[in-house]
């Protein structure tokens, strides 16, 4: 009974309203269309972004190695912009990159993510605004394969390629993968995938590295994950 219902509906609708019916099916069929057009022009996006260099490395936060080794990279690539997620805290990450001789002018620091998906949910205006088509996500064992398939979905839908760079973790990571978390993870970003392209949240915690204020941090203290080796 419950396969002939929507049949049964349809047939009602078109009898008893039949502009209302033709107006649903034309706008179902307008919705289709333009889901078609939208996913072949990503694709190519996508396609063309693949073999193109990474513009902006993208930091998951969860663990201060992960940062240690962004800031080996940006010795390497000092004109790509750094843009880390929820990171550790602000003058933790300074003294990483002025340990490595790393360039401090193209770090931003965002800090409004709460979970994996805020990451990418604040994260991807950020990534948008500067044009960014290809990026190197950087994260942790630990922390796939749930942050690899979002990246993948929401920083696919908006045409950014995404190249996974595994960071390994040393100690006990504080980030534990679950998959029920990872399935609703990822069923909220396939519908954040569609309702991103019009709406842009912007974090209002956004901090240049270059920015941070170590003196002040010095009379407030601060304390740094153990494993950074730092003071």
């Known amino acids: ?60 936060g969860g663990s201060i190695q992960r940062e240690t080794y962004v800031a080996q990279q940006a010795k390497q690539y000092p004109h790509t912009p750094i843009l880390i997620s929820r990171g550790s805290e602000d003058p933790c990450i300074w003294l990483i990159f002025q340990r490595e001789a790393a360039e401090l002018q193209k770090v931003w620091l965002e800090k409004c993510a709460n979970s994996t998906f805020e990451n990418f949910y604040y994260g991807i205006p950020i990534l948008d605004h500067w044009g960014v088509r290809k ?32 960071v390994q973790e040393r100690g006990i990571p ?25 709406i842009q949240p912007q974090c209002s915690d956004i901090t240049r590295l270059v920015d941070v204020d170590m003196s002040a941090w010095e009379q407030k203290g601060f304390h740094c994950e153990h494993q950074g080796g730092l003071r």
Do not use: Y
Not at 3 to 12: A, E, N
Not at 35 to 42: A, D, K
Not at 139 to 161: D, F
């Open 135 to 166: 990026v190197k996500l950087i994260t942790s064992p630990t922390h796939l394969p749930r942050a690899k398939w979002l990246a993948q979905i929401l920083l696919g839908s908006h045409g950014i390629w995404v190249e996974p760079d595994i």
């Open 174 to 198: 504080a980030n534990r993968e679950h998959s029920l978390k990872t399935v609703l993870d990822v069923t909220r970003s396939l519908f954040w995938a569609v309702l991103s392209q019009g």
């Open 1 to 60: 009974m419950k396969r002939k219902f929507p049949t049964k509906l349809s047939i009602f609708l078109s009898r008893k309203f039949p502009i209302l019916w033709q107006s649903l099916q034309k706008l179902g069929w307008g919705l289709f269309l333009l889901l078609g057009i939208w996913l072949i022009f990503t694709t190519i996006t996508l396609v063309s972004a693949s073999s193109q260099p990474v513009d902006a490395f993208f930091v998951i």
